[in-house]
């Protein structure tokens, strides 16, 4: 785990994730190395998703009249796709709204490599896709690690922190962390 780059193993599934943010924009690979379906399932909470093909839109309500939009983008087309409301997968519905929204895609193929980009934003849909446009152009997550981890750098290098404990250092870099991690301005 860096502020720039998360990945895991996870064995039971035998699936490698990496995750990379941007400033209001992110990437994901996954590496779906078992022989079975993979299943790819995204949850709005109280809100609306829509599936077109290998693109996602739609948001999600959020607190105090709060709207989170988003525009999501896979490399590898699903074969299936479908709504998910009360235990109920609907192949071929690509619209779903209002609690707990959710939208299954799966693939024929396996193993399977899924490179997923996403764009955020508190104004519309088609803003989001222009924040994703704008930050992530490919399916290339190394180039948002590096990207992600010059700034974190500079980030850094505006500081310079002398004295005190170890546990002093740790809680001070711990919030610095925590004030520069949101991929997301909202200010």
Known sequence: TKPYHYQVDLCDQQLHVEFAP???????????????????????GNGELEINGNTIS??????????VYIHMEMDVQPT?????????????????????TCL????????????????????????????????IKDFKIK???????RKWNDELSKIQVAGGTENDRFVFYTSLYRCLERPVNIS
């Open 22 to 44: 941007s400033h209001q924009s992110a990437i994901y690979n996954f590496d779906y190395k078992q022989n079975k379906t993979p299943y790819l399932i995204l949850n709005a």
């Open 58 to 67: 739609g948001y999600q309500n959020m607190w105090n009249n709060l709207r």
């Open 80 to 100: 299936k796709a479908g709504t998910l409301q009360t235990d109920k997968w609907e192949i071929g519905k690509q619209k779903a709204q209002g609690d707990n």
């Open 104 to 135: 299954v895609m799966a693939w024929d193929a396996s193993p399977l490599k899924l490179n997923v980009r996403y764009g955020v934003s508190y104004i519309s849909k088609e803003q989001a896709k222009k924040n994703l446009q704008r930050e």
């Open 143 to 149: 180039q948002v690690i590096a990207e992600g981890r």
